[in-house]
């Protein structure tokens, strides 16, 4: 069977993308289509043959895709396909709009219904590009992505709270195969509690990662915090931070596990589809201290890997550290959690789930 693997844009380096490295495992000869390519900020896929629609001949659009949305699915339409066996869409946006033939299996690997259209989250409809766009215009770019949602023959969902969304808004069923970290994350030897200094936030620094909450409650516990990323809101967090918060800006992983292992616990203050960092987290021994909605409530164990806080304000997270202080939480618990998403296991499941779905299928076309 030749594979090829499509997702929505290939311009930067966050969870989706380590999702596809660990496709690129399954599917090591799988190329990977996208709407755009940024080979300067995305080193990660040197290991695929990336092949962009023609928006990519457009250089200012490389890393303002946002800007494209109009015209992302008639892009990813005009990709020819007509040459493998099965497509994988990997996708939050459009990837999942290209076009295959009678005979070709297309299998969506959901990371959620396109937040802008849908659900999201709160931030997300606070976004100026919507508050400008006319309710007209949105309802049309819901129409499409409702109408190009039918063109995958299966979905699978990232987490549960994704195959919700997908039954919802896109109303097709899904299986549920959950993502994986790298085994690098799962250290030989953990960090004992009282070694661990700091707490920590690991995150792109955009608004509806809710930063500013973990920084405004810190600034009042006067706490030490230290913020991996960057991003748009770097300069706007700097400013509001106290001399007891401290920023690292962007760092490889051998650094970030180390980070990771000294902390004694993990903020996770934003509502996400999934969320990788809160296993990293506890692979290495973290607790995650988390706003309990979303994918957190899969992947965190409430008093036994961390603490969730019910609301997105300084009051409920300040709080949920404080309680957190009071308790024993093992980083061997928080350890033992994460390796229900160690990556033998995702490749194991994903590989049997797309072997299954081509049984079924080839079948059926051949009879």
């Known amino acids: 069977m030749k594979v090829a693997l499509v997702y929505d844009r290939v311009n930067k380096f966050g969870g989706a993308e380590r999702v596809l490295l660990s496709l690129h495992k399954i599917f090591p000869e799988a190329p990977l289509f996208t709407l755009v390519y940024k080979p300067k900020t995305s080193s990660w896929a040197n290991v695929f043959k990336v092949r962009a629609t023609f928006l990519n001949s457009f250089l200012f659009f490389r ?38 033939k009678p005979g070709q299996l297309h299998v969506c690997y959901c990371l959620t219904p396109t937040r802008y259209y849908w659900s999201g ?52 069923e899904s299986s549920v195969i959950y993502p994986s970290i790298e085994d690098k994350f799962y250290p030989k030897k953990l960090v004992s509690s009282l070694d661990r200094m700091y707490y920590l936030v690991v995150s792109r620094l955009v608004p509806y990662k809710k930063v500013d909450l973990a920084i405004s409650a810190f600034n009042k516990l006067n706490k030490p915090l230290i913020i991996v990323g960057t991003g748009s809101e770097y300069s706007r967090l700097k400013k509001m931070s106290g001399p007891n918060i401290k920023f690292v800006g962007g760092i490889n992983d051998t650094q970030l596990i180390d980070y990771y292992s000294h902390a004694k616990a993990v903020i996770f203050p934003q509502e996400e589809d999934f969320g990788l960092v809160p296993i990293e987290a506890q692979a290495c021994g973290t607790p995650v201290i988390a706003f309990g909605q979303g994918g957190a409530l899969e992947t965190v164990v409430d008093k036994k890997t961390g603490v969730f ?22 980083p ?36």
């Open 332 to 367: 061997r618990d928080c350890n033992k959690n994460a390796l229900r998403f160690n990556e033998k296991s995702f490749i194991d499941i994903f590989s049997s789930k797309i072997k299954s779905f081509c049984l079924d299928y080839f079948t059926d076309s051949s009879t």
């Open 121 to 172: 989250t709160g931030e997300y409809k606070k976004d100026w590009k919507l508050k400008i766009t006319p309710q007209w215009l949105l309802s049309y770019f819901r129409t499409v992505d409702l109408l190009i949602s039918k063109r995958p023959d299966k979905y699978i969902a990232i987490s549960n709270e994704v195959k919700e969304r997908i039954k919802k808004y896109y109303h097709r």
């Open 309 to 330: 806080f019910s609301f997105q304000n300084v009051k409920s997270l300040s709080l949920a550290v404080l309680k957190f202080e009071k308790m024993n939480i093992s």
């Open 63 to 100: 890393n303002r895709h946002e800007l494209l949305a109009p015209l992302a699915p008639m892009a990813f339409e005009a990709l020819d396909l007509s040459g493998f066996d099965v497509v994988i869409s990997i996708t939050s946006s459009d990837a999942k709009a290209v076009v295959t």
